[in-house]
């Protein structure tokens, strides 16, 4: 993976954790198990130029429409 792109991941990955209060490996396990990651780094080109705010709200859509259920 490209490092800018990486550093994308990581960014999300990271705001959605304190976001979420969870833990880096339950948001990681939550990430993958939901292909967060795929998503992000397909859409990177797009998605890499949106505010915190959308990309946590983008996220949670992403989530939900695959049958993740905040706790």
Do not use: P
Request: negative net charge.
């Amino acid at each position: 993976m490209d490092k800018k792109i990486n550093d994308f991941v990581v960014f999300c990955l990271e705001v959605y954790k304190s976001k979420h209060e969870l833990t880096g490996e339950e948001a990681y396990e939550l990430f993958e198990k939901y292909r967060v990651f795929d998503y992000l780094e397909e859409g990177y080109d797009i998605l890499h130029t949106q505010g915190d705010a959308w990309l946590m709200n983008d996220i949670e859509e992403f989530l939900k429409i695959r049958g993740y259920e905040e706790k």
